[in-house]
């Protein structure tokens, strides 16, 4: 939805506001990054290996997600 907002507001000439929405898409993959770190002690814990192999693979693709991708190029 944002990503779709921002591009909308970009082709009406609202950049202020076609920014925040862009700002925000990367705060949300800024979060999933951060949050990563507390699901690494988590797997070790309770020794859930397979979700954490997953999510070490789903962290090598995390920022070049297409949504991300497209953030980039609209700001």
């Keep these: 939805y944002e990503v779709a907002a921002a591009e909308s507001f970009r082709r009406r000439g609202e950049l202020p506001r076609a920014l ?3 700002v925000a898409v990367t705060k949300h993959f800024d979060d999933i990054h ?3 770190f507390d699901f690494h002690g988590y797997c070790m814990r309770k020794m859930t ?3 954490y192999v997953d999510m070490l ?3 090598d693709t995390l920022y070049g997600n297409e949504y991300y991708s497209k953030v980039w190029g609209g700001a």
Aim: no cysteine; aromatic share 8%; hydrophobic share 35%.
């Design 57 to 59: 693979a789903m962290e």
């Design 49 to 51: 290996l397979r979700a």
């Design 20 to 22: 925040k929405k862009y």
């Design 34 to 36: 951060e949050d990563q």
